[in-house]
């Protein structure tokens, strides 16, 4: 199984492949961890600056000729080329890559700094050492395989209702504002579900798109987020790639959206409602202080109670009243 920041890289490195002038100055070797993509990633560079015309084909068999990396053999990278994504997700790649090579840099450094025990703060080592391996858990988060079975929950229940919407919205992220208007993120129960609500909304409402290694990423963060301020978040059977995978392959269409989120509006005026009409009969309720309370030792007949008058008291100017 692989790991999301190891997914990212292939990503990336398929993307270059196709589009080599996208190596150049972005990325260097180095910052790529798995050793493989790291040689075919500084074979596509260098054969970019020597044959700026060499694309496609020809490129992948240069590369993996060049580089030289075991299991990356040129048909292996021409699959990889031919799976490429595209171009407008390159940042989030791009982002995770030089964020995994500068915690790993910043791990190194916080550990020859303990090592050497002469830092004039010993403090500082050990909170970058501390933040690093932080980061690396993150970028550690499993990618399955796209196979990976996975249960939807049943689509009549809220969690059902919000996986629809979420799904709704990674299809088609320009309904952003729309959907947002009508169901805003705090009101999406399912953790998973908010995070990755907010992350596409965010997206959308710019005219960006997110990607699902990005949405892994949010709710990764957003669950270390929660936990560090004492929150319980909920145990999930199934991987967050795997939900992210699912949630992708969900049919919709234009209307799912936005019939979807009438849906959980209507729920959640109804739940308002109950409420509310909950909380008015139990303010109308008799106290246990009134002769009300026991209505059997009300007697009808009785007469009434003698009236306690009180005795005068002293006026403002000194007399009685």
Known sequence: MSTLITEAERRYLALVLDRPELAV???EARDLAHPGYAAVYQAVQDLHREHPDLHGPDLTRAAAERADAPGLDAERLERLRADAPTETEAPHYVSMVLGGSAQRDLAVYAATA???GEHPDPDTPRLNSRHAEHYQRL???????????AIAPETAT??????????ALMAYPEQARTLVGIVPPEAVQDFRCRVAYEAVASAGWDG????DIS???QIAKAREIAIGLGDTTP?????DAAFVARLARTDTDHKTGIDTAKTLLTEDIKASLTEQRESHLL????????VFHHANQIDPHAPPEPQHHQGPTQGPAGGAR
């Not at 809220?158 to 799904?167: D, P, W, Y």
């Not at 145990?235 to 991987?239: A, G, K, M, R, V």
């Open 25 to 27: 100055g972005a990325i």
């Open 114 to 116: 303990l090592a050497d």
């Open 139 to 149: 970028f550690d988060t499993p990618w399955p395989d796209q196979a990976v079975a």
């Open 158 to 167: 809220r969690t059902g209702h919000e996986e629809l919407l979420v799904a």
């Open 208 to 211: 960006d798109h997110t990607s």
């Open 215 to 217: 949405l892994v990423w």
């Open 235 to 239: 145990n999930y059977s199934e991987p």
């Open 283 to 290: 303010d109308r309720t008799v106290s246990s202080a009134s």
